[in-house]
């Protein structure tokens, strides 16, 4: 069993600045990729980044390609989440998952979740 531990979330003006942290712990932790997904009230978790574990390779939604910039630790088991010029849209719980199936780029592909973390940005 993997555990997946967010913390970082909170309460931000628009345009301001929050950094996530996603912490695994259990099983030896080697996955092929890392992300976050979000979910806003009313709509369905959604994809935002993910990284590859081994390689370091990013992808990114569109609607946070240029704001938004995901990066991991791979001797510390995390993966962070940095967020700028943050929007309202932006409001969502934030869930860290992890893949061994390939990028976790939807939600069938993710093995593990995390308890996911409130972002609130007022407008």
């Known amino acids: 069993q993997v555990q997946l531990a967010e913390s970082g979330g909170g309460l931000v003006q628009a345009g301001g600045s929050l950094r996530l942290s996603c912490v695994a712990s259990?099983?030896?932790?080697?996955?092929?990729?890392v992300g976050w997904f979000r979910q806003a009230p009313g709509k369905e978790r959604e994809f935002v980044a993910v990284i590859t574990w081994s390689t370091g390779s990013t992808y990114s939604a569109d609607s946070v390609k240029g704001r938004f910039s995901i990066s991991r630790d791979n001797a510390k088991n995390a993966v962070y989440l940095q967020m700028n010029s943050l929007k309202s849209e932006d409001t969502a719980v934030y869930y860290c998952?992890?893949?061994?199936?390939?990028?976790?780029?939807?939600?069938?592909?993710?093995?593990?979740w995390g308890q996911g973390t409130q972002v609130t940005v007022s407008s």
């Open positions: 998952a992890a893949g061994w199936g390939g990028l976790i780029v939807r939600r069938s592909n993710v093995n593990y």
């Open positions: 259990g099983r030896a932790f080697s996955p092929y990729s």
